[in-house]
C-alpha cells in the first residue's frame, strides 16, 4: 500500500532571478521581469523589487503570491514602527523583521528567496541573503532564484567577499565602483538568460545611495 | 440625590433615561485643553495647545498622525486617546491591507465598547476621502457629527464664537488662510496669553498633501507674520506690550517686563501672566 501523495500543491515556482551587491557607499539591486509558471510565460514586465523603507529594498524570487503577501505584510509593520518611532527603519532592523517574519511561518512557509539591500546606519551598502524559512546573514553580495546556480560562482570569481567568520572582521563590501557594479550585474543577467529559460526579458536594477535612489532597465533575451 | 444612585456604572440607566457615566465622561473632555479643527473644501487643519503640567515638565502629545490622510486632536484624558489613536491606527493599516486603498473616514468614527468605562477623550478627526475633506467630532457618548470647524476643551467656547463669526468662509479658504484662521481660534482660549509656536502644535493635512505636524519654526514664522499675538487682559497693572511683528518675543511671564515701557505696536502688546 503506497503512501497517497499529494494531487494539489499550494505553491507554484514563478521563476526569476535577483541579485545584489554592496558597496562601500551604495548598493545595486536587480531582478528580471519574466514571470512564469511551468514552461509558460506569465508576464514579460513584472517586478520582483520593492522598497520597503527609505534605506531598504527587497527583491524575490519563488512564488508570487507568496512574495505579495510577504511584501505587504513587511509594508504593514513599518508602518506600525514608524507610528511608534517617529522614523524609518534602519535596513539591519527590517533584516530582522524579514527573518522573524519568514520564520513565523516555518510550518507553512513563503516560498520566497530574497535579497534584502540598501544601507546601514552608517552609509554603507549592505546585503542580506535569506532562505524560505528566515535563515540570514549579512554578505557583500548574493544572488537568489532559478539564475543563482549560474550567477553565483560567477560572482564569487570576480567579488569574493571574506568570510564573515574571519577575525579580525573584514568588511563585506566590494571595492568596486558603483558604475563597476551596475555593468557586473548586467553582465550575470546577460549570461545568466542565455541558459535559464526563466530568466529573462528585462533586468531592472536599483541603485540606491546617499543622493537617493534610481532605476534603470536592460532588455534581455526574450527566449 | 437621584444622580448618585444611578452613576456608578455605565450600564445603569438613570429614571430620567441617562448615563451618567457617560456624561461625567463628557466632563472630562472640557478639562482638557483647548483642541481646535477647521476644514475647507481640500484641506484640514487641527490646532491645540500646549499645556505643561509644571515648568519642568514637556507638554503632552495631542496631535496624532492616523494615517496618511487622516490626523486626530484629543482633549480629555490624553492616555485614553492614545489607546484610541492606537486603535485607529491598526484600523486604517488592515484596511489598507486587504483592500489596498485608504480607509474612509466616516468608517473609523464608531468606538465604543459597553463593558468598560467609557473613553475620557473627545476626538477631532480630519481627514481626506473621495469626497474631498471632512472633520468629525467623536465624544464619549459614542455620537460624532460632521464640523465644517470645531473646538473642544477648556475655553473652547471663545474659539468657538471667532469659528462661529468665520465659518463660512473656510469651504473655499486657502490653505494659509485656514491656518491662520486656527491659530486666530487658538489665541482666543489662551485669553491672555502670548501665543508662541511653544505653546501650541498646528498639523495640516489636503488634497495632494499627507498629514503632518508643522515645525515649530514654521509655526513660530506664521505667528508673526498674521500678528497673532496675546490681548491685552482688561485691568492689569503696568502691562508691558512687546512688539508684534517678529521681534523676539519677550519673556511673557516675568515680572521685571514692567520696567519697559516701549510704545506700544499698532496691534496689541503681551502682558506678563500672573500665575
Redesign the interface.
Known amino acids: 500500500m503506497t503512501k497517497q501523495q499529494a494531487n494539489w500543491s499550494p505553491y507554484d515556482n514563478n521563476g526569476g532571478t535577483c541579485v545584489a551587491i554592496a558597496g562601500a557607499d551604495y548598493c545595486v539591486i536587480a531582478a528580471d521581469t519574466r514571470m512564469s509558471t511551468g514552461y509558460s510565460i506569465l508576464s514579460r514586465d513584472y517586478s520582483k523589487i520593492i522598497q520597503l523603507a527609505d534605506k531598504s529594498l527587497m527583491a524575490s524570487s519563488g512564488f508570487q503570491a507568496d512574495v505579495r503577501a510577504l511584501q505587504k505584510v513587511l509594508a504593514a509593520r513599518h508602518l506600525i514602527y514608524q507610528h511608534q518611532h517617529n522614523k524609518q527603519m534602519s535596513c539591519p532592523a527590517m533584516a530582522q523583521l524579514l527573518s522573524n517574519t519568514l520564520y513565523y511561518k516555518r510550518f507553512f512557509p513563503y516560498y520566497a528567496f530574497n535579497v534584502l539591500g540598501g544601507l546601514d546606519s552608517e552609509g554603507k551598502g549592505c546585503v542580506f541573503t535569506y532562505d524560505a524559512v528566515g535563515s540570514y546573514e549579512r554578505v557583500g553580495y548574493s544572488s537568489q532564484g532559478s539564475g543563482a546556480t549560474l550567477i553565483t560562482p560567477f560572482l564569487d570569481n570576480q567579488l569574493k567577499s571574506p568570510s564573515p567568520l574571519l577575525l579580525p572582521a573584514k568588511d563585506a563590501v566590494t571595492p568596486l565602483s558603483e558604475s563597476e557594479a551596475i555593468d557586473l550585474v548586467k553582465t550575470c543577467f546577460a549570461s545568466a538568460s542565455e541558459r535559464d529559460i526563466y530568466t529573462g526579458d528585462k533586468l531592472e536594477i536599483v541603485i540606491l545611495n546617499a543622493s537617493g535612489i534610481r532605476r534603470e532597465y536592460l532588455e534581455l533575451r526574450k527566449d | 440625590m437621584f444622580r448618585n444612585q444611578y452613576d456608578t456604572d455605565v450600564t445603569t440607566w438613570s429614571p430620567a433615561g441617562r448615563l451618567f457615566q457617560v456624561e461625567y465622561a463628557m466632563e472630562a473632555v472640557k478639562q482638557g485643553s483647548a483642541a481646535i479643527g477647521l476644514r475647507s473644501k481640500t484641506h484640514v487643519v487641527l490646532a491645540c495647545v500646549n499645556k505643561a503640567s509644571s515648568e519642568l515638565s514637556s507638554h503632552q502629545k495631542k496631535i496624532f498622525?492616523v494615517d496618511d490622510h487622516i490626523g486626530v486632536a484629543i482633549a480629555g484624558l490624553t492616555a485614553d486617546g492614545r489607546v484610541l489613536s492606537?486603535y485607529m491606527?491598526?484600523e486604517c493599516?488592515?484596511y489598507?491591507?486587504t483592500y489596498e486603498s485608504p480607509l474612509p473616514v466616516g468608517r473609523l468614527v464608531c468606538t465604543q465598547r459597553s463593558w468598560k468605562r467609557p473613553y475620557g477623550v473627545g476626538l477631532l478627526i480630519g481627514g481626506l476621502d473621495e469626497s474631498g475633506a471632512h472633520l468629525y467630532y467623536n465624544c464619549p457618548s459614542g455620537n460624532y457629527f460632521e464640523y465644517q470647524a470645531f473646538a473642544i476643551g477648556s475655553r473652547s467656547q471663545a474659539a468657538k464664537t471667532y469659528l462661529e463669526r468665520k465659518f463660512e468662509t473656510f469651504v473655499d479658504s486657502s490653505r494659509e488662510n485656514l491656518i491662520k484662521d486656527a491659530l486666530f481660534a487658538l489665541r482666543e482660549t489662551l485669553q491672555g496669553e502670548k501665543l508662541t509656536s511653544s505653546n501650541c502644535t498646528i498639523a495640516v493635512l489636503g488634497i495632494g498633501e499627507a498629514f503632518s505636524t508643522l515645525d515649530q519654526e514654521t509655526v513660530q514664522r506664521l505667528i508673526n507674520e498674521f500678528e497673532v499675538v496675546g490681548e491685552d487682559p482688561p485691568a492689569e497693572a503696568a502691562a508691558a506690550p512687546d512688539q508684534s511683528d517678529g521681534a523676539e518675543p519677550g519673556p511673557a511671564a516675568a515680572a521685571a517686563d514692567d520696567d519697559d515701557q516701549e510704545t506700544p505696536a499698532a496691534d496689541q502688546g503681551a502682558a506678563p501672566m500672573d500665575i
Request: hydrophobic fraction near 10%; charged fraction near 40%; proline fraction near 0%.
Open positions: 498622525k492606537r491606527r491598526n493599516i488592515n489598507s491591507y
